[in-house]
């Protein structure tokens, strides 16, 4: 009698997903199935759903309605712990296996130490001289979709145009959409629609929300800035972005940030 293969869904629809993806079948045996968060599980035949602990509510009711027997398994990288949001995930759901390139300072049922995702895109990109290094690119998250916030990700993205133009005419913005968010709404807006890592070789200049993209771009030495609200894209603040010198790290992962590259 043949075995019956074990099935395991996997979430798509962050910027990284698919790219992580191709990672975790190079580092374990799964058989994975991407599967966004609008479509149906079959559950009768999966062993186990992975997941990042950045949950929407859609992927968080998805989770809690699992039946007991199919293991919930969340992946870490290295900018998790920096930022310690996974904390707050495990305890909405409570992984059964934490796949994670460090130790947790947390209990969990299982952990298996994998390669950090984050430091194979550095050791790929750190060497390769960005090809635009005069415009800028704006990486956007679905904050208007997923967060409840007093702005939203189209807002951000024309205060950043708008000031743009005061400041240095000269040069464009592009706009990296996330995956799960409305592109038509970015107006007049010009899109950059290719991969994290094609953007991250692109683009020498970043601005945006806090995301895992900016973090890569911070570890790569772009030039980077993140404004948490649209009244904070400060026309000073742009122009000194395209400065050689410009180093802009947010507080929270000054030090791990640090740390991490010094050991590449």
């Known amino acids: 009698m043949a075995v019956k293969e074990k099935i395991f869904y996997y979430f798509i629809g962050d910027a990284f997903s698919l790219e992580l993806l191709d990672f975790l079948k190079s580092h374990t045996s799964l058989t994975l199935v991407p599967v966004s968060q609008n479509q149906e599980l079959n559950s009768e035949n999966a062993e186990g759903i992975i997941y990042t602990p950045s949950l929407n509510l859609k992927e968080l009711a998805v989770l809690e309605q699992l039946p007991s027997r199919v293991k919930k398994m969340a992946v870490l990288d290295l900018f998790h712990f920096d930022f310690c949001d996974f904390l707050e995930s495990f305890k909405q759901i409570s992984p059964d296996l934490v796949f994670s390139p460090r130790e947790l300072p947390c209990n969990v049922k299982e952990?298996?130490?994998?390669?950090?995702?984050?430091k194979m895109i550095y050791s790929q990109i750190k060497s390769i001289e960005p090809i635009n290094q005069h415009d800028l690119c704006f990486i956007s998250q679905p904050l208007q979709e997923e967060r409840n916030l007093d702005f939203n990700q189209y807002e951000l993205a024309l205060e950043c145009r708008n000031t743009l133009q005061k400041v240095a005419p000269e040069r464009k913005i592009y706009i990296k959409p996330h995956p799960r968010e409305d592109i038509s709404r970015f107006q007049?807006?010009?899109?950059?629609?290719?991969?994290?890592?094609?953007?991250?070789?692109?683009?020498?200049?970043?601005?945006?929300?806090?995301?895992?993209?900016?973090?890569a771009a911070q570890g790569l030495e772009r030039n980077v800035q993140m404004f948490s609200h649209p009244s904070c894209v400060k026309p000073e603040?742009?122009?000194?972005l395209f400065l050689s010198t410009h180093r802009e790290i947010l507080p929270q992962i000054q030090d791990g940030l640090n740390l991490f590259i010094s050991k590449l």
């Open 111 to 118: 952990i298996v130490i994998i390669p950090s995702f984050i």
């Open 188 to 215: 007049d807006l010009q899109l950059f629609q290719e991969s994290p890592m094609n953007t991250l070789k692109h683009f020498k200049f970043f601005v945006g929300y806090n995301s895992a993209m900016l973090y």
């Open 237 to 240: 603040l742009l122009r000194d």
